[in-house]
């Protein structure tokens, strides 16, 4: 019964946010029984590779924005190796992308600015010398929250508009920080944790817009739940020395390497890659749910392996990039079907990173972090334009 779980699903809405769609109260209204299974894609079959080496459904095309080590085009930013985890951010009547670097020691992270037009107008650092920034996510107050895939690592607020320096919030735990994803409504933030045995944790703040201080909480529920209520402890320790802080509260869930993560309406979706599955956190009804997990599929037809960063539209689709598996991004709709959206050619030794549309929801970003070299030097990120559903 745990594995039969009905998911709520979303119709359409309304507002785009920061990075991702925001959608309207009461459109979870659409059921389905169970994690998504395989079917046909909203978007149709992918067609053979563009000049780009990205296979995309009839209607989109790609473009190339930045690449490991040259210049962005039309600016003096060198684009930074191992391009991850990324948001998009409105700008007046142009937008920023933000982008992750996952490097020892000099990490941190850049931003692409574009006009209205989509032209890149400017490129630029808002983070500098950090340790291997992972994924992150962004706020309602505008701000980019780059986490450090480290033990012990930090959260760094920045500012994707630059001119303000990156701050580092550790009230919200140090631990091998992947992903952030936050919740308006409950004013908390939460955290996924890459570790083999990683915790979801819940960062409440004292005051919401202020992350310098308030409690950190961990998600407890018993080991082999996949369906079912949960509830929240304080950590002891969030400064997680000498006793990490996914041991310090033994009722805690434990998750098989956590990644992205991504809010919308009272759901909190979150992956882990160890068993490719994706994660429904009902916030309203505090109980966890599958969305997605390829062991339930017929062998051989999981159509989504290596599950990584995650983000959503504003038709309610979950767009899921691939660590992996055949560098794939796969839509999962709101009927629960899971089908590719798009597919990298050539580059079997990198994945796909830090999707994020832009706020018009016109524009889907995304890296390949190590490129046809499979090397960090070598990473890619992308723009795809196209008919998006709305």
């Known amino acids: 019964m745990e594995r039969r779980t009905v998911l709520r699903a979303a119709a359409v809405g309304a507002t785009v946010g920061a990075g991702s769609a925001a959608f309207s109260g009461a459109l979870w209204q659409q059921a ?46 060198v684009w930074h190796d191992a391009p991850d985890g990324g948001a998009c951010f409105p700008d007046g009547d142009g937008w920023i992308y933000v982008s992750n670097s996952e490097i020892p020691f000099l990490g941190g992270v850049g931003a692409v600015r574009f006009g209205a037009d989509g032209a890149i107008v400017d490129a630029y650092r808002v983070l500098f010398g950090t340790n291997v920034n992972c994924a992150g996510g962004a706020t309602p107050w505008g701000t980019w929250l780059s986490c450090e895939e480290v033990p012990l690592g930090r959260v760094f607020e920045t500012f994707p508009r630059g001119g303000q320096d990156a701050v580092a919030r550790t009230r919200m735990g140090r631990f091998k920080h992947e992903a952030a994803a936050c919740d308006p409504d409950r004013q908390v933030v939460y955290l996924t944790e890459d570790e083999g045995d990683g915790c979801f944790y819940r960062f409440v703040p004292d005051r919401w817009g202020d992350l310098s201080a308030g409690r950190l909480e961990v998600l407890c529920a018993g080991a082999d739940v996949t369906a079912g209520p949960v509830s929240w402890r304080p950590v002891p320790d969030r400064d997680g020395f000498p006793v990490p802080t996914r041991w310090q509260v033994g009722a805690a869930k434990h998750f098989d390497g956590g990644e992205g993560c991504y809010y919308t309406d009272g759901i909190c979706y979150f992956t ?38 995650i983000t959503g539209s504003a038709a309610g689709d979950l767009f899921v990039a691939e660590d992996g598996g055949n560098m794939e991004i796969n839509v999962i709709t709101p009927a629960g079907v899971v089908a590719p959206f798009l597919r990298l050619t050539g580059q079997s030794e990198s994945e796909i990173t830090g999707p994020a549309f832009s706020p018009d929801g016109s524009r889907l970003y995304f890296s390949s972090q190590r490129g046809t070299s499979g090397q960090s030097s070598g990473g890619i990120t992308y723009e795809v334009r196209g008919p998006f559903r709305s």
């Open 32 to 77: 389905f029984a169970g994690p998504a299974q395989t079917g046909p894609s909203p978007y149709g079959d992918l067609r053979a590779a563009d000049a780009n080496g990205v296979a995309l459904p009839a209607g989109f095309t790609s473009r190339v924005i930045g690449r490991s080590r040259q210049r962005v085009a039309g600016t003096s930013y």
């Open 272 to 309: 882990t890659k160890g068993d490719n599955r994706v994660w429904a956190y009902d916030a309203v009804g505090q109980r966890i749910d599958l969305a997605y997990d390829d062991s339930l599929l017929p062998p051989g037809t999981a159509p989504l392996t290596g599950v990584d960063n």
